[in-house]
Nanobody
Framework: VQLQASGGGLVQAGGSLRLSCAAS????????MGWFRQAPGKEREFVAA????????YYADSVKGRFTISRDDAKSTVSLQMTSLKPEDTAVYYC?????????????????WGQGTLVTVSS
């Protein structure tokens, strides 16, 4: 089972990026999928999640209104459209599967973490 995040890069403040997460090895169409991020020297934090049919989405307050999570189960991908980026959004972004019971917002409920993709926002 693998999750591979891609799409990161260097962008100026106010710019946009679209991250993608490709799943392989098994299907996750019946699972909540999430994005987390980890800035240097900080804990990994929740960014966004989407339920199994895409009907419900969840966002951290810090990204609400700027980021949009979506999924395409036919392609086994989950995406994160990021707009109005700020320097404080700089981090390695990870996708994961909510494999355990618990809150959609807590990293302890997630498994199958991908390798992450670095997003750097310059001021």
């Amino acid at each position: 089972v693998q999750l591979q995040a891609s799409g990161g890069g260097l962008v100026q403040a106010g710019g946009s990026l679209r991250l993608s997460c490709a799943a392989s090895g098994r299907t996750f169409s019946s699972y909540v999928m999430g994005w987390f991020r980890q800035a240097p020297g900080k804990e990994r934090e929740f960014v966004a999640a989407i339920n199994y049919d895409g009907g419900s989405t969840y966002y951290a307050d810090s990204v609400k209104g700027r980021f949009t999570i979506s999924r395409d189960d036919a392609k086994s991908t989950v995406s994160l459209q990021m707009t109005s980026l700020k320097p404080e959004d700089t981090a390695v972004y990870y996708c994961a599967v909510k494999f355990y019971s618990g809150s959609n917002y807590h990293k302890s409920a997630y498994a199958y973490w991908g390798q992450g993709t670095l997003v750097t926002v310059s001021s």
